[in-house]
């Protein structure tokens, strides 16, 4: 019984997130949190434009605390609004950007646009970063395309637990392109990182 209220929440957390990200998606929406606490539910936006997210007046948080009560059965949503600070820096705002560009731009223009954000990414003051685009681009057959730079973990515990990552879908003419972006922020410590320190006695 416990098991099965705990995968109906998991399920309902992921489909708030999904409607999230499809109402928000020009407002530089990046991710939900979602906390129970005993006033009720704690929903976090987390999006790099809160001006547009809030509305005039409030009138967008209104709607979409509404919209939850009456779609998703939640009692008493508070919903609340963080700017992401670095957005560059985030897997979520970096793939939806990409899938707005090629919805504007078209599938022929993916590759200036995974150079270009590649490059933006970097001069973010990312370690590293990978953006790997799959599905019929730009023929009739499918295949991945794959735009790197710097230095990347891409196996062991740090790749895991520490490297974020996003994969999100975009339905174009052509078809449904994939998008996944990896990015190695400048924060992440390294078990390996080696700090060296001068000697006082020879100084």
């Known amino acids: 019984m416990i098991e099965r209220k705990f995968v109906s929440q998991k399920i309902r957390e992921k489909q708030i997130q999904e409607y999230m990200a499809s109402i928000l998606s020009k407002a530089g929406y990046s991710h939900t949190d979602i906390q129970n606490t005993p006033l009720g539910e704690k929903i976090t936006i987390f999006t790099t434009r809160p001006g547009i997210v809030v509305g005039k007046g409030g009138e967008n948080i209104a709607r979409i605390t509404a919209y939850l009560k009456k779609k998703f059965k939640l009692e008493n949503p508070q919903i609340e609004i963080d700017e992401v600070a670095s957005p560059l820096l985030d897997v979520n705002y970096v793939a939806d950007r990409i899938a707005y560009s090629l919805e504007r731009f078209g599938s022929k223009r993916f590759k200036s646009i995974g150079y270009k954000v590649l490059q933006d990414i970097m001069n973010a003051g990312a370690v590293g970063a990978e ?17 790197s730079a710097g230095y990347l973990k891409k196996c062991g515990d740090i790749a895991i637990s ?6 999100i879908s975009v339905n174009l003419k052509a078809g449904t392109i994939g998008v996944k972006v990896c990015i190695m922020t400048p924060d992440i410590e390294l078990p390996d990182k080696l700090l060296l320190k001068a000697d006082k006695a020879s100084a």
């Open 131 to 147: 953006i790997v685009l799959s599905g019929k681009i730009p023929s009739a057959r499918a295949r991945s395309w794959r735009f």
């Open 162 to 167: 520490k490297v974020p990552h996003s994969t």
